[in-house]
Structures are given as C-alpha cells and as structure tokens.
C-alpha cells in the first residue's frame, strides 16, 4: 500500500474520511490496535484531523472540567453530538 515517495499526499479524503469517523472512538480510548495505529499514523500527516482531534479533546476536556460528576446517560449524549460535530466536519470536506 505505502507507495515511495510524496508524503504529502494532498486529496487523501478517503483517509481523512476514515479517521474522522473513527476519531470519538479514539478519543474515547475504544480504539485499539490496527485501527488505532492507522488513526494515528494518519493523524501525524494530516493538519485538517489533527486540528479537528484538537478541537475534540478540548471540547471533551471542558466538560469534564465543568461538569465533574458527569452521569453515564449524560456522557453518551456528549459524545453523540461530538459524532454529529464530526459528521458535520466530514460533510464540510474543505
Ligand atoms: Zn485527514
């Protein structure tokens, strides 16, 4: 699959596709493996999903901070708008 040379492939939108997909589930630490592996890899090329990861930890990290006992029923609600946020991100496709 890795071909040599170019790095920097610009228009990997099936890549970015996936890792945004799979990215609540990372940040959720749910990932593991493979999966996880490739997210990662693809993140350490891609600034358009490192920046959405970034603004995802901070979003999360704030609601942990602002609401410390958070109940589980609650938590998923959280992380089902991060995956509409996400979604909404992916339909963008700047
Ligand atoms: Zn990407």
Same mark, same amino acid.
């Given at each position: *699959?890795?071909? +040599?040379?170019? !790095? !920097?492939? !610009?228009?990997?939108?099936?890549?970015?596709?996936?890792?945004?997909?799979?990215?609540?589930?990372?940040?959720?630490?749910?990932?593991?493996?493979?999966? #996880?592996?490739?997210?990662?890899?693809?993140?350490? +090329?891609? #600034?358009?999903? *490192?920046?959405?990861? +970034?603004?995802? #930890? #901070?979003?999360?990290?704030?609601?942990?901070?602002?609401?410390?006992? *958070?109940?589980?029923? *609650?938590?998923?609600?959280?992380?089902?708008?991060? &995956?509409?946020?996400?979604?909404?991100?992916? &339909?963008?496709?700047?």
């Amino acid at each position: *699959m890795a071909k +040599n040379g170019g !790095h !920097h492939h !610009h228009g990997n939108k099936e890549n970015c596709k996936k890792t945004l997909t799979g990215m609540s589930e990372y940040v959720d630490n749910d990932l593991k493996g493979t999966g #996880k592996k490739s997210l990662e890899s693809h993140l350490a +090329n891609c #600034k358009a999903c *490192m920046a959405v990861l +970034n603004t995802l #930890k #901070k979003t999360i990290e704030i609601f942990r901070v602002s609401t410390p006992r *958070m109940p589980k029923s *609650m938590a998923k609600k959280v992380r089902q708008s991060i &995956k509409h946020e996400i979604a909404a991100l992916e &339909k963008k496709g700047k």
